[in-house]
């Protein structure tokens, strides 16, 4: 058993945020090599962690680590576009064509157990065919432990997407209601297959993000919404991206006072960047710099990765999955763990 120079060995804590991704298939990236050791019934698993620095900024963020592991090959994982963490051993995620979400339970400290929930009640919205039938589901957030919003797409030029609410039942998962992501506000309309990729909640309010890209005086902006729960207003807002491709695939966020601090993955092809960004919790619609954290594209050796979903799993710890489906399978789900040191400080 040998280990490369270019990488430390790191044994996985059984910590609120390792946890959450215990032994499973591992899979070698670069240099690094990675193994497990079946001791008894109990397996702990190695990963090598790469130190990545931002780019032009290492002021902000002096280090982090990217964890990964590989999910097993199941249809049910097909394209996954979206990840929430209900509770320390139970993560759910979105994959956007089955009409299914998926329950994955940790059972003995692994991750293993893979329980589709059939989404009831989808309505069926026009299309580009002329035809109608229920929209690809692309993100989910949280909104309680029985309650999760669905964000949506359409094959159609729309003035709206719709942020369904469902209740998790026993065996499925029904929408009972529904928010508007509005594009007119934008003074624009969402485009065949580009809808509402990222969601988060902050007490009573939802943030969510387009794929939507407006250019407005050569300046790529991405158009978030800032929704109230109470009285359902929209608020536009406008992130100026880092990148002159990327658009924002995922988000996740915190409360800071009468400001939320989103974290998002800005992504292309070859592109593949941790940003944030602070928004207001009520008020006139802003436009905010999206501030970089970590270019973890400098962890691939030029590779694709297609990160889509990301959740808060402890203080520190951001969950992410790959989208494996762009026209045909390209391999496993992937999920990765990225650690980030504390406290963050957002620098506008």
Not at 77 to 98: D, F, N, Y
Not at 102 to 123: A, C, E, M, S
Request: net charge neutral.
């Amino acid at each position: 058993m040998f280990v490369s120079a270019h990488c430390g060995i790191v044994a996985k804590q059984m910590s609120s945020a390792s946890s959450l991704l215990p032994t499973l298939p591992v899979r070698t990236t670069g240099m690094c090599v990675r193994w497990a050791i079946s001791l008894s019934f109990v397996s702990l698993a190695f990963a090598c962690k790469r130190s990545l620095s931002p780019v032009n900024e290492t002021a902000l963020v002096p280090k982090a680590t990217l964890q990964d592991q590989a999910w097993p090959n199941d249809p049910e994982l097909t394209g996954v576009s979206g990840v929430s963490v209900r509770t320390q051993r139970e993560i759910w995620i979105a994959p956007e064509r089955t009409g299914n979400l998926v329950r994955v339970t940790n059972d003995n400290d692994t991750w293993g157990k893979f329980t589709p929930f059939p989404i009831v009640g989808l309505p069926s919205v026009p299309q580009t065919e002329g035809r109608k039938y229920p929209p690809d589901v692309e993100s989910l957030a949280f909104l309680n432990k029985q309650q999760v919003l669905l964000g949506t797409e359409a094959r159609s030029i729309r003035d709206q997407d719709p942020i369904y609410i469902a209740r998790i039942r026993d065996k499925d998962v029904v929408v009972e209601d529904q928010l508007m992501f509005d594009y007119k506000t934008f003074k624009t309309q969402a485009r065949i297959n580009q809808g509402i990729e990222g969601l988060c909640v902050v007490e009573n309010t939802v943030v969510a993000a387009s794929e939507m890209v407006d250019t407005r005086h050569g300046q790529r902006e991405a158009l978030i919404g800032v929704i109230s729960l109470d009285t359902r207003e929209f608020y536009p807002h406008r992130v100026l991206l880092r990148s002159t491709t990327g658009k924002l695939s995922a988000i996740s966020c915190r409360s800071d006072n009468e400001r939320i601090v989103v974290h998002g993955i800005e992504r292309h092809f070859g592109v593949i960047r941790l940003v944030r960004f602070s928004l207001p919790k009520r008020g006139l619609g802003e436009t905010v710099p999206a501030v970089l954290v970590h270019d973890l594209a400098a962890h691939f050796n030029g590779e694709s990765h297609n990160f889509e979903g990301l959740s808060w799993v402890s203080k520190d710890t951001l969950l992410s999955v790959t989208d494996n489906f762009y026209g045909r399978r390209t391999g496993s789900t992937l999920a990765y763990l990225i650690h980030l040191p504390t406290p963050q400080v957002i620098t506008q």
